[in-house]
């Protein structure tokens, strides 16, 4: 499977942004499909995953109520829109695939694309 994460970019705090991830290869519809950010400072954190099983979805805390996370299995894309944003939200922001549900743990995710850069500025 690869993975092509786009739309980061350099946006000011309570702005908006979506992130897609485009797939390709292997079956889309059976794996779980997460976001995850990477920042110098805690490394590469878990923001949010959808399983393959459509009502499955997940977030991080500090992202809840602020992000949502959505699939289309018929276009092989995953989105992340981002609303609220807070400085702490910066990060290198990636898309990842796992053949296991629920997962949300890095190391249940076999498939990373390169990530996109997201700027919240204060």
């Known amino acids: 499977v690869q993975l092509q994460a786009s739309g980061g970019g350099l946006v000011q705090a309570g702005d908006s942004l979506r992130l897609s991830c485009l797939a390709s290869g292997g079956t889309f519809r059976l794996y779980t499909v997460g976001w995850f950010r990477h920042t110098p400072a805690k490394g590469r954190e878990f923001v949010a995953a959808?399983?393959?099983?459509?009502?499955?979805?997940y977030y991080s805390d500090s992202v809840k109520g602020r992000f949502t996370i959505s699939r289309d299995n018929a276009k092989n894309m995953v989105y992340l829109q981002m609303d609220s944003l807070k400085p702490e939200d910066t990060g290198v922001y990636s898309c990842a695939t796992s053949p296991r549900a629920r997962a949300r743990d890095i190391y249940e995710f076999e498939y990373w694309g390169q990530g996109t850069q997201v700027t919240v500025s204060s």
């Open positions: 959808k399983d393959y099983r459509a009502y499955g979805t």
